[in-house]
């Protein structure tokens, strides 16, 4: 575990965030986790500080857990780059492109086996994003060739408002009970929507 921070920590943060947004002091998209504390830090118990973390637009626990300094963090958020956030010095990368982040944390766990390294990768998704091409084959590649990355699939069951198994029309979602040591999956459910804060802002 790279911090001790606890599940309040974790929350009171986001909170701190949410209203910083509704008061109009955020003029850029931010997208708050709640939750999924519990799982998220249990997580974290298995990742070490020269390991790689990559995130969806969704990544302010990510950082926080990562060790990124609480205000060098929220200073990040407040310039508007929350769905954005990358901090090369603690190995975290984040991407506001549904799945852009995986290609490049499969690379990076290639690079790391190439290379004989003894690091891994830690790679976030959401429940609609583990149901795209992409994320099928990057997991069924990193399986193949035994890569050091885990998938770590965070279902809130929504794809922005939409329901994601009433999309594909199916009981379970692809890793919903998949057994394989490079994937994790967990459920929660956020009181925040997809983006923002719940409330209308008028910049």
Same mark, same amino acid.
């Given at each position: 575990?790279i911090t001790?921070?606890?599940?309040?920590?974790?929350? *009171?943060?986001e909170?701190?965030?949410?209203e910083?947004?509704n008061?109009?002091k955020?003029?850029?998209?931010?997208?708050l986790y709640?939750?999924?504390?519990?799982?998220?830090?249990k997580?974290?118990? $298995?990742?070490n500080k020269d390991d790689?973390?990559f995130c969806?637009?969704?990544?302010?626990?990510?950082c926080?857990?990562?060790?990124v300094p609480?205000e060098e963090l929220?200073?990040?958020?407040?310039?508007?780059l929350?769905i954005s956030?990358c901090f090369s010095d !603690?190995?975290?990368?984040?991407?506001?492109?549904?799945?852009g982040?995986?290609?490049?944390?499969?690379g990076?766990?290639?690079?790391?086996k $190439?290379h004989n390294k003894?690091?891994?990768v830690f790679c976030f998704?959401?429940d609609?994003?583990?149901e795209?091409g992409i994320?099928?084959?990057c997991?069924k590649y990193?399986?193949?060739?035994?890569?050091?990355?885990?998938f770590?699939?965070?279902?809130?069951?929504?794809?922005?408002c939409s329901?994601?198994?009433?999309?594909w029309?199916q *009981?379970?979602l692809t890793?919903e009970n998949y057994?394989n040591? $490079?994937?994790t999956? !967990?459920?929660?459910?956020?009181?925040?929507?997809?983006?923002?804060a719940?409330?209308?802002? *008028?910049?």
């Open positions: 575990m001790n921070l606890t599940e309040n920590d974790l929350i *009171q943060f909170k701190e965030i949410a910083s947004f008061e109009a955020i003029k850029a998209p931010v997208h709640y939750g999924n504390e519990k799982q998220i830090i997580v974290f118990e $298995k990742i790689w973390v969806s637009w969704r990544s302010h626990y990510q926080l857990l990562k060790g609480r929220k200073n990040e958020i407040m310039k508007g929350s956030l !603690y190995r975290i990368y984040s991407s506001a492109i549904v799945g982040s995986l290609p490049i944390a499969l990076a766990a290639l690079s790391i $190439k003894r690091e891994k998704l959401g609609m994003t583990s795209t994320a099928h084959e997991i990193s399986i193949n060739y035994d890569l050091p990355i885990e770590i699939i965070e279902d809130n069951n929504l794809s922005v329901d994601t198994r009433k999309v029309q *009981q379970f890793y057994k040591p $490079k994937v999956f !967990y459920k929660y459910k956020s009181i925040y929507p997809h983006a923002g719940g409330k209308r802002v *008028q910049f």
